[in-house]
């Protein structure tokens, strides 16, 4: 197999490359990747609108605070 960052000659079972001493990573296609990697954008949004939906809840739970005195 050949080192994908340099190119060079490399046996499978080196850890790193002899030539420019990058980690040996055999890609593996059938490896489940993390979705939020792929769809950063995507990762951003459920995570604002799981802020928001925590900032709505803390709204109507003062609501209902103030509702009781
Ligand atoms: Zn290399």
């Known amino acids: 197999m050949k ?3 340099c190119g060079a000659e490399m046996h ?3 850890l790193y490359c002899a030539n ?3 980690k040996n990573e055999i890609p593996s296609p059938t490896e489940e990747r ?3 990697e792929i769809f950063p954008t995507a990762y ?3 995570k604002a609108t ?3 939906t925590f900032v709505i809840a803390i709204i109507v739970a003062i609501f209902k ?3 009781k005195i």
Do not use: A, M, Q, V
């Open 20 to 22: 420019c001493g990058t």
């Open 3 to 5: 080192c994908l960052h």
């Open 50 to 52: 799981r802020k928001i």
């Open 65 to 67: 605070i103030l509702g």
């Open 44 to 46: 951003k949004i459920r």
């Open 34 to 36: 993390n979705p939020d």
């Open 12 to 14: 499978e079972s080196d």
